[in-house]
């Protein structure tokens, strides 16, 4: 098992054991069609088919015939995702061939919470949990499509998961010089007083205070199909600047670039599955650190696009950034252009850790992700870029208010805010995410996780016509 690589299925073998999934509300019909001696055992041993609940039949010399997990009821699977992935590392180690009765869709998701449950991260570097046992590829399943997934949300994870002392906006460049060059993908980088000269002041602004220099980065990769245009927010800390955080909100602050993890995770996706497409990915990588020369609540800055912002708030800098790097974008006038960060905390508290809301102006766009996001349980949720709302991000004595006063409506009116800075294209998405999972759950240990990349990649071939 340790020979295979990283999140994959085994090759089929005589040896394989047998692995039947079966939910509860089935138990009993299956077990009738099963030899008396398997039906004794189960009984005997008070199997019920509970999420994940394991049950090892051994045969007459003492080693397993057969190993039946329960996929709990359909209550169960309603309120959980990947149960098969929280059995993994609880069966004996061994190849295992998956029986069952699923419809493609949750089948797929099974496959994946498999891969997805050898995920784990330690002391600085991610590591496969050590000895786990392996499956072969179901049928049905498009299995080198999952696998790309997996290795993808593995990277997603990393990045969020690594400690702000060792992941600033200069090793979040370097891990993206390392996925262009895994694909042959170009990058170019704007880094430090060069953001000045290149136009890009916001992004400067944000991250002058920090000793590590503020970067823009530029990945492209392809040459034909529709543009696809991904903008990530890369604050690899967020202290507040000088209107400082508690430090309660301050601790998971490592996890601020997760709009960055997720586009990269996403774009991994992308180039892993030849997609006919140019992509571009722009990561505004800052820190937002507290000295002398942070910029201060009411500073008036101009942005690439010439557009006044007020800073009533320095902790509201994910969108200062965000407004460059989509200005940058729309110049090339993208055929989709995604945007995902970890915005708001009003996001949290609308919909919580679990559903990533998302904002457009295009149906069509969103009824593919709605699609996209129920068919691979990749949870998202629209939320209205409510015109009445536009008023409250604007000051007076400039063009836009960084932090509208008052509270309300916090993920909306960031959301208005980067939609002033698009335009000119067809297909715009904003993506609030959290990337975090607070506590444990099946094949998504507490710590980073992508949201809404699975639900993107998935959609995507369609809204582009691939």
């Not at 001696?37 to 994940?52: D, E, H, M, V, Y």
């Not at 015939?65 to 209550?75: F, K």
């Not at 330690?122 to 080198?144: E, F, I, M, N, W």
């Not at 920090?210 to 980065?217: I, K, M």
Request: net charge negative; glycine share 10%; hydrophobic share 45%.
């Amino acid at each position: 098992m340790s020979s295979l690589p990283p999140y994959s299925f085994a090759p089929d073998t005589d040896s394989a054991i047998d692995l039947y999934l079966v939910a509860s509300e089935a138990l009993d019909a299956w077990l009738a069609g099963q030899p008396d001696r398997l039906q004794s055992w189960l009984r005997a041993t008070g199997f019920a088919a509970k999420p994940a609940e394991i049950a090892l039949v051994p045969d007459g010399n003492g080693a397993v015939a057969c190993a039946i997990v329960g996929h709990g009821s359909e209550r169960d699977r309603q309120r959980g995702r990947f149960l098969l992935g929280a059995a993994r590392a609880r069966l004996p180690l061994a190849t295992y061939r998956l029986r069952h009765s699923l419809p493609p869709e949750e089948l797929a998701e099974s496959a994946l919470g498999w891969l997805l449950a050898a995920y784990s991260y330690r002391s600085g570097t991610s590591a496969l949990k050590d000895k786990l046992p392996s499956l072969v590829a179901p049928d049905d399943v498009d299995a080198a499509q999952l696998q790309i997934i997996a290795q993808a949300e593995a990277l997603t994870r990393d990045l969020i998961n690594t400690p702000a002392n060792q992941m600033g906006p200069q090793e979040l460049e370097e891990a993206t010089r390392a996925l262009a060059a895994r694909f042959g993908a170009d990058l170019t980088v704007i880094a430090g007083d060069t953001l000045l000269a290149q136009n890009l002041p916001l992004i400067h602004t944000v991250g002058r205070a920090s000793d590590r220099p503020p970067r823009l980065l530029d990945l492209r990769w392809g040459e034909t199909g529709p543009k696809l245009t991904l903008v990530g927010k890369g604050v690899c800390f967020d202290t507040g600047g000088l209107n400082l955080k508690p430090g309660a909100s301050m601790g998971l602050m490592k996890k601020d670039m997760g709009g960055a993890a997720t586009v990269l995770g996403l774009a991994q996706m992308v180039m892993a599955s030849g997609w006919d497409v140019r992509l571009r990915v722009l990561i505004p990588a800052v820190e937002n650190a507290v000295a002398g020369n942070a910029m201060r609540p009411g500073d008036v800055l101009t942005s690439r696009k010439g557009l006044t912002v007020e800073v009533n708030n320095t902790d509201a800098e994910g969108r200062l950034v965000l407004a460059d790097a989509l200005a940058l974008a729309c110049e090339e006038t993208p055929d989709a252009l995604i945007c995902m960060a970890t915005l708001t905390g009003a996001a949290r508290v609308a919909l919580g850790a679990d559903i990533a809301p998302f904002y457009t102006h295009d149906d069509a766009l969103a009824d593919a992700l709605a699609q996209a996001s129920r068919r691979v349980r990749d949870p998202l949720w629209r939320m209205p870029l409510h015109p009445a709302y536009q008023s409250q991000i604007e000051p007076g004595i400039a063009d836009l208010d960084n932090a509208p006063s008052g509270g309300m409506a916090g993920s909306i009116t960031a959301a208005l805010f980067l939609d002033r800075f698009v335009e000119g294209v067809p297909r715009f998405a904003h993506f609030d995410i959290y990337g975090h999972q607070p506590s444990a759950a099946p094949a998504r240990p507490k710590g980073g996780v992508g949201q809404g990349a699975r639900a993107l990649f998935a959609a995507l071939p369609g809204v582009l016509s691939l």
